[in-house]
């Protein structure tokens, strides 16, 4: 079967919650994006021309619910599902509603790691309204994508066949960190050339996740640096807190900082990330997320006391890899 690499984007993502007037302020007025209020009990956000890149719904996780993938033609769409169904996943069509509410044509779904549905799509719809957005300079999306989405997992070598299955996803990097003592290897898989759409984090021998979210954070990137300076000091302004602070990443160069979200998990600005080459890159590792800066704020013993505590309850609790498209795994190597 051939490969899909560079022909799949990350198109959109989903998101279940009950608080629509603190993400309507952190979205719209913090953020800068467009805002479209669909329907009691659902929001959207526009980064581009596309009717939907963030779709909210109502419901009790307060979590991210599904990713949406975008393809670039009919073949690959047929090639995903093909590979899917033949490892024996069930792959269910997405309704008609369903596909309105996310501005696309039509969809399909399929189990993905840690409860995140993987839907994927061709066609996306185009917004008929100009956008409204506080971030002048607009978004970077195209061909690479609405950015990246970094998950924490007890079993990282499955999830990253998952996406190697799936997508053909390639490794670009690995980062080791080590925060409040605790050492972390992070994955960066690409399904383009943009550095990383999927970062697999998981604490170092240790089979516990400190998460309590299915995605540890979201990210997206501005076009214009003064549109990640000045939404960060918007959504401090808003009350809302700041994770980390703006600094520099060791692996693809991009200028961010991270806040959290009205859900709970954090939401990554960043501003001229590197674009792989595919015909030089090689994988390495880095010794930490930070060139500089990145520094924690507003972080309290009790936020501390919390993730020892969801990483405890973690033990407990089993976490589906989708085996039978994940395998074995890939060693981290």
């Not at 980062?175 to 170092?204: C, M, P, W, Y």
């Not at 520099?248 to 009205?262: C, F, G, I, K, W």
């Amino acid at each position: 079967m051939p490969s899909v690499f560079g022909n799949v984007q990350l198109g959109y993502v989903v998101i279940e919650t009950e608080k629509f007037g603190d993400w309507r302020r952190f979205g719209r007025d913090g953020v800068g994006m467009h805002v479209d209020d669909i329907a009691p009990g659902v929001l959207r956000f526009r980064l581009d021309e596309h009717e939907c890149r963030f779709l909210l719904q109502r419901g009790p996780a307060e979590d991210v619910t599904a990713l949406g993938w975008q393809l670039d033609d009919h073949v690959t769409f047929d090639d995903i599902v093909g590979r899917v169904v033949s490892h024996g996943v069930r792959v269910a069509e997405g309704s008609a509603e369903e596909a309105a509410l996310r501005g696309v044509e039509r969809l399909v779904r399929f189990p993905g790691p840690n409860g995140l549905t993987q839907e994927i799509f061709v066609r996306a719809h185009t917004g008929q309204e100009p956008l409204r957005m506080t971030a002048r300079g607009g978004f970077v999306t195209g061909d690479y994508g609405i950015g990246h989405v970094a998950i924490t997992t007890k079993k990282p070598q499955q999830v990253r066949g998952y996406y190697s299955t799936v997508f053909d996803a390639r490794l670009s990097d690995f980062i080791d960190e080590t925060i409040s003592g605790v050492k972390f290897k992070i994955r960066f898989l690409r399904v383009n050339q943009r550095h990383h759409s999927v970062a697999i984090a998981s604490v170092n021998r240790l089979p516990v996740n400190p998460i309590r979210t299915r995605v540890q954070h979201l990210n997206i990137q501005v076009a214009v640096l003064d549109d990640m300076t000045t939404s960060y000091q918007r959504i401090k302004e808003l009350g809302f807190d700041m994770a980390l602070g703006v600094g520099q990443h060791t692996n693809d160069r991009e200028l961010s900082y991270y806040a959290m979200t009205p859900s709970g998990f954090e939401w990554e600005v960043g501003w001229n990330p590197l674009v792989v080459d595919e015909t030089t890159w090689e994988p390495t590792t880095h010794q930490g997320i930070s060139i500089w800066g990145h520094t924690p704020e507003g972080r309290t013993v009790i936020d501390k006391l919390t993730q020892f505590r969801t990483g405890a309850r973690s033990l407990l609790r089993a976490e589906d890899s989708v085996t039978a498209l994940a395998g074995a795994g890939i060693p981290d190597s």
